[in-house]
């Protein structure tokens, strides 16, 4: 009895085993379970298990391998891998090559498929990977180490004290809190290119949260030995708070620039917004006495004119999340509130403080008229509700006539004004290297007239 099945597939289903799986999980075991013409691979550890059904050719028994020896066989050649069983190990042809490897216990004590089920689009697994980059692991008090899925509230939350993701319009089969470990899968590139938008999501009686996307299917053990605070009072902007709408051409350069600005080795690694007739955002490098401003000119915002500061790994999270509208409490006391569509994203701001840098050292860079990443736009903060809100796509009028003419000068007068910054440092660095020349050339023509007196 033989069993065929290509090396591809073996190497998707080890991609996405590698995914789920924890680290410190203990050693996981493969088991091929053939059914109707195709066949079931699964992975099964104590804390998750996951099985994927493929095509496969001939007869076989059940049998199970070792981790270790699966990675030894997936691959991304499109090849088939021939299994015959013997007695106590199992060989595997792959093209002219055969080898026989260990054959291990079979284990059939698997989660079984939860009594009920709802179903979701794809969305459920972008807010649950959105919100796996808002958790804490080293939390103790609190299950911050997980994302909780409140079936009261229908929402999906994670937070790590100091900023907080929330989504909401998601129907649970559950009333109470699920708290799921994160996990690099939902965000898998393997489970975005399955041609369906279905996602199943159940409980099971095993403890754990059980999904299904195509030919996928996969359980977590969830976190039961704490609670998840009540965070939903932190979802409520303040009423008079300051409205900065980012625009997603803003968005986009910002997100392009912003691993490149200066000071993402300094504490917190501030971004500083200056909202005063215009927006900008500033950053600046205390031991080199410089900073870059980036300036938002489709940006716009609401209110009296106010200056914050922000982690820019924060501000990075926000504008991913597509949270364009920030709420801004103007004493800066309160949190900062950025809303997009179904989603909120809230975080503790900085305590503003502008450093002092050398003049003509703060170049400044303006957003330009159109950007390769696109994001949803909002229009100003509000609480969180249950019921989803469809956004509507807006046209964004291109500048024409004199005003194109007119914002084409302004960016060519910006571009020459950064020029002349540039070689004013430059003709100072000259300046100073000229002057240790000739200081070195009159040091050595003394020392010669001392050698020869």
């Known amino acids: ?62 049998f199970t391998i070792s981790w270790a020896t699966l990675k030894t066989l997936a691959a991304k050649k499109n090849i088939d891998v021939i299994f015959t069983l013997q007695k106590d190990s199992v060989s595997v042809k792959i093209g002219d090559t055969q080898r026989w490897v260990p054959r291990e216990k079979h284990i059939n004590t698997l989660p079984t498929n939860p009594p009920t089920t709802v179903t979701h689009s794809k ?66 590139k393997e489970l975005k290119e399955i041609d369906t938008d279905e996602v199943l999501l159940g409980y099971t009686d095993k403890g754990g949260v059980y999904f299904s996307v195509g030919n996928i299917s996969f359980w977590i053990r969830t976190i039961t030995d704490s609670t998840f605070p009540k965070v ?33 080795k300094e504490t917190d690694s501030p971004i500083h917004f200056v909202l005063d007739n215009k927006v900008e955002l500033r950053a600046y490098d205390t031991v080199q006495r410089n900073g870059m401003a980036l300036k938002l000119t489709h940006s716009y915002h609401t209110g009296n004119p106010v200056n914050f500061a922000m982690n820019r790994l924060f501000l990075k999270n926000a504008l991913q999340f597509g949270c364009l509208c920030f709420g801004i409490d103007p004493s800066g006391e309160e949190p900062v509130i950025c ?41 100003v903060p509000v609480p969180v509700k249950r019921r989803r809100r469809v956004a509507t796509k807006k046209t964004p009028v291109k500048p024409n006539g004199n005003t194109a003419l007119l914002q084409t000068a302004e960016q060519i007068r910006q571009d020459l004004r950064n020029s002349l910054v540039q070689v004013n440092s430059l003709i100072k660095e000259v300046k100073a290297q000229r002057q240790q020349d000739r200081l070195l050339r009159n040091t050595m023509d003394s020392l010669r007239k001392l050698s020869i007196v």
């Not at 597939?9 to 789920?20: G, N, T």
């Not at 080293?138 to 004290?161: D, F, P, W």
């Not at 950007?371 to 949803?376: D, G, L, M, Q, Y």
Request: one cysteine or more.
């Open 123 to 188: 969305q459920l697994l972008e807010a649950l990977h959105n919100a796996s980059k808002c958790t804490d692991p080293n939390s103790i008090r609190y299950a911050l180490g997980g994302v909780c899925m409140r079936g009261e509230k229908s929402q999906i939350l994670a937070t790590t004290g100091i900023q907080l993701y929330a989504e909401h319009g998601f129907e649970f089969p559950w009333d109470n809190d699920v708290i799921c470990p994160i996990s690099k899968i939902f965000g898998s």
């Open 339 to 379: 809303t997009a569509d179904n989603k909120t994203f809230v975080y503790m701001p900085l305590k503003y403080k502008e450093p002092e840098i050398e003049p003509g050292r703060m170049s400044v860079i303006t957003s330009p008229t159109q950007s390769k990443t696109a994001h949803k736009v909002d229009t």
């Open 232 to 264: 939903e009072q932190l979802l409520i902007p303040s009423e008079n708070h300051i409205c900065l709408n980012i625009h997603p051409t803003d968005a986009g350069f910002i997100l392009d620039k912003i691993e490149t600005l200066p000071g993402k």
């Open 1 to 62: 009895m033989t069993l065929t099945i290509t090396q591809s597939d073996l190497y998707r289903f080890e991609r996405l085993a590698s995914k789920l799986i924890p680290k410190s999980s203990d050693v996981p075991m493969i088991s091929f379970t053939p059914c109707n013409n195709s066949i079931k691979i699964t992975v099964h550890c104590k804390d998750a298990v996951l099985t994927m059904t493929v095509t496969a050719t001939g007869q076989i028994d059940p």
